[in-house]
């Protein structure tokens, strides 16, 4: 009699063995859908994010700092293309991702819904927010489904160069007049704790995160990721002489950490439900760039299925 592996045994195995997950391999239903989920809010976020950041391309101080944005900007895009199409491994569809979005439906970052008010708010952007990118990141290049973790490791090169022109935006800012040190402080202020949210709710509060990290999709708890990120950014903030807004913020020597005030949880849910400062207008400006994209979609089917023809022939 011939014997049938049970599926669930070797997805197990293939996990805990540290094997990569791929597309065509049987995988348990909440397996998938939480990947679905994971994946298409992360596409969401970087296709959102471009939005903060491309509010300063026109206004960029000099011509190297435009063209250094505008790249910025377009691997923006391009994550949010890579990951589309991770997601789209999972058997779903990138129309309906889309049309989530677009209804409000599908969750996006939390962080990409606070507005850019002055040029530094490119440095911060790139220096924390990318920085906290990168820290959540980095462990998911070792995420047990191997389109994600493939996306990822490039995703992650650019994220690098994505902080390190935003803290060079700082240390010029910091080191400039007294006008565009005061500029650099105003955006950390107004950044860090919105930053420290992008983290997610703490664990106690996650709900998702116990088997996410029972199948190696996440490596890292959010709680655990927060604190590192804090860690490494401290001495950063102290190289800029500039100050972290946290009173409460200081070293423990018992635990080897930093240890920092508490977030402003009822702040976070509500920009989470739709209510931050620039929610509608973030949505607002993904309609209508889809609309208004229409007929390159209709060109580019129109050209697809002429190929197709003259091959046919
Ligand atoms: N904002 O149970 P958990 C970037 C939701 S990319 C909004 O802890 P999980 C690059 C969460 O979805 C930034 N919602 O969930 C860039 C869940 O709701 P659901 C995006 C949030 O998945 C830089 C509920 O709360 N990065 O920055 C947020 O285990 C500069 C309960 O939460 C990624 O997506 C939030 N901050 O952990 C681009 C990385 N946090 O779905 C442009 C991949 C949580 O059950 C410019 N994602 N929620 O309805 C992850 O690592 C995880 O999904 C977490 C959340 C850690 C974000």
């Known amino acids: ?7 669930q045994l070797q997805f197990d195995l293939k996990v805990a063995e540290e094997q990569r997950i791929e597309p065509k391999d049987w995988m348990p239903e909440p397996y998938r859908r939480t990947l679905i989920r994971q994946i298409s809010q992360h596409a969401h976020s970087e296709i959102v994010g471009m939005l903060p950041e491309g509010n300063w391309i026109t206004r960029a101080p000099s011509l190297r700092r435009k063209a250094v944005l505008l790249a910025k900007v377009q691997d ?22 889309i049309a989530d979005l677009h209804s409000g439906k599908a969750k996006y970052s ?15 952007i ?18 047990s489904y191997g389109p994600y973790a493939r996306a990822m ?20 800012l910091a080191k400039g007049s007294q006008e565009q040190k005061a500029m650099a402080q105003d955006a950390l202020n107004r950044w860090w704790w919105p930053v420290l949210m992008m983290f997610g709710p703490k664990d106690d509060e996650s709900p998702n995160t116990a088997l996410s990290m029972q199948w190696k999709i996440k490596r890292f708890s959010n709680d655990e990721l927060r ?8 001495p950063q903030a102290e190289y800029l002489d500039l100050t ?8 423990n020597e018992a635990r080897g950490h930093y240890d920092f005030g508490a977030i402003n949880w009822e702040e976070f849910w509500e920009v989470v439900k739709g209510n931050g400062p620039c929610n509608r207008q973030r949505l607002e400006a993904r309609q209508k760039a889809h609309a208004e994209g229409e007929w390159v979609r209709e060109a580019a089917m129109a050209y697809a299925k002429k190929r197709v023809m003259s091959y046919e022939l």
């Open 76 to 97: 923006e895009a391009g994550h949010g293309l890579y990951l589309y199409s991770a997601a789209e491994t999972l058997g779903v569809s990138r129309e309906q991702m």
């Open 110 to 124: 939390s962080i990409f819904n606070y507005p850019t008010l002055s040029w530094a708010d490119m440095g911060a």
């Open 153 to 172: 490791v490039r995703i992650c090169k650019e994220e690098s160069f994505h902080q390190r022109q935003g803290y060079e935006i700082m240390m010029t």
């Open 244 to 251: 972290i807004p946290d009173p409460d913020l200081k070293w």
């Open 227 to 234: 604190q590192k990120f804090v860690d490494a950014t401290v």
């Open 126 to 143: 790139g220096w924390l927010v990318d920085g906290a990118a990168i820290m959540n990141q980095v462990p998911l290049c070792r995420t």
């Open 1 to 7: 009699m011939m014997h049938t592996p049970d599926p």
